[in-house]
C-alpha cells in the first residue's frame, strides 16, 4: 500500500499538473486568435504534455494501491498582454512547479518509500527541461522586444520547436 503521506503529495501533484495543462490550453487558445499560430501549436502541445505528466501521475497512484483524486480547476487567466509575458507566466510557473517536484521527493526520503522516489526522478530531469526550454525561450523574447517582424520569424520558427518530452518521454 502507498504511504498516506506519499499518496497526498502525489494527489496535490496531480493537481499541479492539471493546472499546468489548463493554464497552457488559456495560452494556446489565446495565441490562436491574436495572430500567433505558432506559439499557438506550441502552447497547445505543451498542454498536451502536461496531461500526460498528470495521467503518469494517476496511473502511478491507482498501480500502487492509492487512490487518484481527480481535482477541479480553477478557471486560468483568459487575457494576456503578449508573447513575452505569457512565457514569463510560463517560466514562473514552471519553477514552481520545480519546487512542488522536490516537495514530493522530500516527502518520499522522509518516509522512505524509495519506490516512488525513483519514480519520481522522471519529474526532476523534466524540469530541469522545461527551465531551460522556457528561459531559452524567454531570452528570444527580451532580444526581440517590439520588433514585429522578428516576431513573425519567432512564431514561425516556435512551431517547429520541440516541447519538453511529454506523451512518449512520459511513458
Ligand atoms: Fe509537468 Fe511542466 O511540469
Redesign the pocket.
Given at each position: 500500500m502507498l504511504n498516506k503521506k506519499v499518496e497526498k503529495a502525489l494527489n496535490d501533484q496531480i493537481k499541479?499538473?492539471a493546472e499546468?495543462s489548463q493554464a497552457y490550453l488559456a495560452m494556446a487558445s489565446w495565441a490562436e486568435i491574436n495572430g500567433f499560430p505558432g506559439a499557438s501549436l506550441f502552447l497547445y502541445a505543451?498542454s498536451d504534455?502536461?496531461r500526460m505528466?498528470?495521467l503518469k501521475l494517476v496511473k502511478f497512484v491507482n498501480d500502487r494501491g492509492g487512490q487518484a483524486i481527480i481535482p477541479s480547476l480553477a478557471q486560468p487567466a483568459k487575457d494576456y498582454k503578449s508573447l513575452h509575458a505569457i512565457f514569463t507566466l510560463l517560466l514562473a510557473?514552471?519553477t514552481k512547479?520545480t519546487s512542488e517536484?522536490n516537495g514530493v521527493v522530500e516527502i518520499c526520503l522522509r518516509e522512505k518509500d524509495y519506490t516512488t522516489h525513483n519514480f519520481m526522478q522522471w519529474?526532476v530531469s523534466?524540469?530541469i527541461e522545461?527551465e531551460t526550454l522556457a528561459r531559452n525561450i524567454l531570452d528570444k523574447l527580451k532580444l526581440i522586444g517590439n520588433d514585429k517582424g522578428a516576431l513573425y520569424f519567432f512564431d514561425r520558427d516556435i512551431s517547429t520547436m520541440k516541447a519538453?518530452a511529454g506523451a512518449e518521454g512520459g511513458k
Open positions: 499541479v499538473e499546468s505543451h504534455e502536461e505528466h498528470m510557473h514552471e512547479v517536484i519529474y523534466e524540469q522545461e519538453p
